[in-house]
């Protein structure tokens, strides 16, 4: 009887938890701590000046000293003299309007200015969550995971570590979506800074000039501004730019990679080119397509963001992107639409680094073959599979 009893008893006190509860305050502990030692082993890195080597202090630094960084990178300047402008690898690729904005960096030492962008880095990953998840009506608790998830994620701790600008290209790019405006369309023209992420918000736009004309304010200000500072041809400008964004290398993990190896695209001396159109037309058709199918504003930023990432050379940090579709799939997760997703970006923000390492370990080239070629396969799958079965599944209510 005494055991009977004692079962009671726990049955009774078991029954007045809020296991719902419990699991989700678990959960934040278990993220906060991870999420913490992150940071401090980040920070340390940091501090020692092992990262933020893709921070643009360098071609800042250069334009605000009457400098053209194009030309001056182009020509190899740098090789010339014994007093290097140019730290790690900020090869300045970005447009005018960028190193116009990074003004207030350039007036102390990249030591410095690195770790004052890595609080503004860690601020945008903490902002971005919040708006979005306000904007789609998450409870506090759900915005509050969602800013420790993604704080915890590669793509951010990549970005906030190299000193990376995608955070902030994201914060722009979303913008015209949440906020629909005119001055919200002039601000989400600072995406375009970026041009392999830009380039799908310049798409987006071309279904309405007003904004898209809007949209150009910021880059032709930019582009005027760097000319006559850096007593630069406006003209010749322009060609330098496309010429030091071609020249840059980066990762062949495009979707079309596999073009260059047709023998007779491979004889063009930049057949990298002829790819680069080809998914420029892809993703004009799909973002088209995503205007015209998708009502639902949210889902609108969510796939259009997607598209960004799907097409052009990335590195794992502009995977941040994904951040709206995971949202928006969290808030329909009772949908078996919503489980593909999170499923799908599971794997590719937690999992996807550490099966890369395990096949590493065996066949490098092997591994090169995955890299190149799964992450921009798996986001088009990801991106089709929504564009044409959300309706049929009924993802979204309206």
């Known amino acids: 009887m005494m055991i009977i009893d004692l079962i009671k ?35 340390i890195k940091i501090f020692q000046g092992t990262e933020g080597q893709d921070f643009q202090y360098s ?19 740098d090789e010339l003299t014994n007093n290097k402008k140019i730290i790690l690898s900020q090869n300045g690729e970005y447009s005018h309007i960028l190193y116009i904005i990074f003004y207030p960096f350039t007036l102390t030492n990249f030591e410095t200015a690195k770790k004052i962008w890595v609080v503004f880095n860690c601020l945008f990953a903490a902002l971005l969550p919040l708006i979005l998840g306000k904007y789609l009506k998450l409870k506090n608790t759900e915005i509050l995971i969602s800013i420790l998830l993604f704080l915890c994620s590669y793509p951010v701790r990549s970005t906030i570590g190299n000193g990376q600008q995608s955070l902030f290209i994201l914060l722009f790019y979303c913008i015209p979506f949440i906020f629909n405006s005119n001055f919200a369309a002039l601000l989400g023209g600072i995406a375009y800074t970026k041009y392999n992420l830009g380039i799908s918000l310049f ?17 032709l200000f930019g582009w005027i501004f760097y000319c006559y500072y850096s007593n630069s041809n406006l003209i010749k400008n322009i060609f330098e730019i496309i010429q030091l964004t071609l020249t840059v290398t980066g990762r062949p993990e495009t979707l079309f990679s596999f073009v260059n190896k047709i023998s007779y695209v491979n004889q063009f001396n930049n057949s990298s080119i002829l790819v680069y159109l080809l998914e420029m037309i892809i993703c004009l058709i799909l973002i088209f397509n995503i205007n015209k199918k998708i009502h639902n504003q949210f889902y609108k930023l969510a796939l259009i963001a997607l598209s960004a990432i799907t097409f052009f050379p990335h590195w794992g940090h502009d995977y941040v992107f994904l951040l709206p579709l995971v949202l928006i799939s969290y808030k329909n997760f009772y949908n078996i639409l919503g489980k593909i997703n999170i499923l799908f970006i599971t794997y590719l923000i937690y999992l996807h680094g550490y099966i890369i390492k395990f096949f590493k370990l065996f066949d490098f080239n092997f591994f090169e073959e995955i890299r190149i070629f799964t992450i921009p396969n798996l986001l088009f799958l990801l991106l089709l599979t929504n564009l044409f079965l959300f309706k049929k599944l009924k993802f979204i209510n309206k």
């Open 9 to 43: 008893k726990i049955i009774l006190i078991c029954s007045t938890f809020n296991f719902k509860m419990l699991f989700r305050i678990f959960l934040i502990s278990v993220l906060t701590i991870f999420l913490t030692s992150t940071l401090i082993k980040g920070g």
């Open 59 to 77: 071609p800042s630094k250069l334009f605000w000293e009457g400098t053209n960084h194009y030309e001056y990178i182009l020509n190899k300047k």
């Open 203 to 219: 798409f987006y736009f071309l279904n309405n000039y007003k904004k898209l004309l809007l949209s150009l304010i910021p880059s």
